[in-house]
Structures are given as structure tokens and as C-alpha cells.
Nanobody, 125 residues
Framework: QVQLVESGGGLVQAGGSLRLSCAASGRSFSTSTMGWFRQAPGKEREFVANINWSGALTNYADSVKGRFTISRDNAKNTVYLQMNSLKPEDTAIYYC??????????????????WGQGTQVTVSS
């Protein structure tokens, strides 16, 4: 069993930055591929980024490439999402999740089996 708690969301102006954190409990974190997703009102949950267990492999949605960076600290059981150059269209609830498949290849929500409660990110224009 893994429990995930996201933090770091908030209100920011366009062009600003935020860093999201996802603290995990459970013995399997350091061997798990982790992902970030987001869901805007009226839209489906969409993939943002993922990272393999060691941090050596990462994968990003085209919409955030060059602006967002995913990283992890296995000693702290935490995965991060650094978000720069934020745009109003980045407004959403951001969720972290555990990848059940173990590979950064898998980017759809049905391949993730544990989820946090989410943190709201609002970008004003």
C-alpha cells in the first residue's frame, strides 16, 4: 500500500513558477516509476510527466516540455514537479501517482494504481 500527499499548489501569475511536491509512504517508493497528471474542469485527466525509479529516465507531455521538470529524492520518498513559465492553460488540479507497469513508456491514467488527493494550481493571465 502506498499513500501519496501532494503540496505546493497555489495561485500564480502567467510567467511565474511553482514547485509541487508529492510525499509518499510505503516501502516500494524507491523502486517505483512515478507520474504527474492534471485535470482541468470539464476535461479528462491528462499526463504531464513521469520518472523512473532512479531518476535517470523522464518523459514529458509535449505541452510542458521545456517548462516543467520532474525529479525525485528517494531518501525523502518525494517526487517533485518544477513548473516554470506557467500559462493560464496550465490551470488544473495536479495529481501524483504510482506507475503500476514500472516503465516511463506508460502515460495513461489506467496504468497508475495509487493516486494522491491532488493540489490546485491556478495561473492568472
Amino acid at each position: 500500500q502506498v499513500q501519496l500527499v501532494e503540496s505546493g499548489g497555489g495561485l500564480v501569475q502567467a510567467g511565474g513558477s511553482l514547485r509541487l511536491s508529492c510525499a509518499a509512504s510505503g516501502r516500494s517508493f524507491s523502486t517505483s516509476t512515478m507520474g504527474w497528471f492534471r485535470q482541468a474542469p470539464g476535461k479528462e485527466r491528462e499526463f504531464v510527466a513521469n520518472i523512473n525509479w532512479s531518476g535517470a529516465l523522464t518523459n514529458y507531455a509535449d505541452s510542458v516540455k521545456g517548462r516543467f521538470t520532474i525529479s525525485r529524492d528517494n531518501a525523502k520518498n518525494t517526487v517533485y514537479l518544477q513548473m516554470n513559465s506557467l500559462k493560464p492553460e496550465d490551470t488544473a488540479i495536479y495529481y501524483c501517482a504510482v506507475n503500476a507497469r514500472g516503465s516511463t513508456y506508460y502515460t495513461t491514467p489506467d496504468n497508475y494504481n495509487y493516486w494522491g488527493q491532488g493540489t490546485q494550481v491556478t495561473v492568472s493571465s
